[in-house]
T-cell receptor, first 111, second 113 residues
Framework: DAKTTQPPSMDCAEGRAANLPCNHSTISGNEYVYWYRQIHSQGPQYIIHGLKNNETNEMASLIITEDRKSSTLILPHATLRDTAVYYCIVRATDSWGKLQFGAGTQVVVTP | NAGVMQNPRHLVRRRGQEARLRCSPMKGHSHVYWYRQLPEEGLKFMVYLQKENIIDESGMPKERFSAEFPKEGPSILRIQQVVRGDSAAYFC???????????FGPGTRLTVL
């Protein structure tokens, strides 16, 4: 029962910004938006999360629309090592501990 | 500052045997989670444990699977009488608090012959 919709795949040129969209039109007021990624066969890696304000860390930026129905993960300067499946996950404050992974977006960074 | 450790990384069992998967959380983390990733499928939540307590086991199969996180030592995911359909990658994650983000381990690849 996916709460998020992501494109199945996207390509990005090395060195360019990668903008990954996510729709979560049924998000509730107490639900956060989380982003994880899984590089082939490895364990998922936390990237960033937010509630309603835009967030930035050393890996990426998260832009959440004012109505919170969608968000965009921005990888500012994509490298080949950013090739991975990226998961956008919505999680409520009363369901800690249970990440519901969807199909994600397969991002391929090309030279 | 080691991350989440899982062992073994690869485990081969014959049908009917038992599989024991171990997970050592990050130092200071008292919340542990197990996820399963079947071949060509997504990650599925199995169980959430805090020291000596099972908090949420809604994703665990009703039979043959059990998990524990004792006061001392690693968390154990135990699969009894394994079947071929249990072949998957099993990931453990840990967090500092219930509200914190999860740090995942490298996974254990279970193959059932």
């Amino acid at each position: 029962d996916a709460k998020t919709t992501q494109p199945p795949s996207m390509d990005c040129a090395e060195g360019r910004a990668a903008n990954l969209p996510c729709n979560h039109s049924t998000i509730s007021g107490n639900e956060y938006v989380y982003w994880y990624r899984q590089i082939h066969s490895q364990g998922p890696q936390y990237i960033i999360h937010g509630l309603k304000n835009n967030e930035t860390n050393e890996m990426a930026s998260l832009i959440i629309t004012e109505d919170r129905k969608s968000s965009t993960l921005i990888l500012p300067h994509a490298t080949l090592r950013d090739t991975a499946v990226y998961y956008c996950i919505v999680r409520a404050t009363d369901s800690w501990g249970k990440l519901q992974f969807g199909a994600g977006t397969q991002v391929v960074v090309t030279p | 500052n080691a991350g989440v450790m899982q062992n073994p990384r690869h485990l081969v069992r014959r049908r009917g045997q038992e599989a024991r998967l171990r997970c050592s959380p990050m130092k200071g983390h008292s919340h542990v989670y197990w996820y399963r990733q079947l071949p060509e499928e997504g990650l599925k939540f199995m169980v959430y444990l805090q020291k000596e307590n099972i908090i949420d086991e809604s994703g665990m199969p009703k039979e043959r699977f059990s998990a524990e996180f004792p006061k001392e030592g690693p968390s154990i995911l135990r699969i009894q009488q394994v079947v071929r359909g249990d072949s998957a990658a099993y990931f453990c994650a840990s967090s500092l608090s219930a509200e914190g983000y999860e740090v995942f381990g490298p996974g254990t690849r279970l193959t059932v012959l």
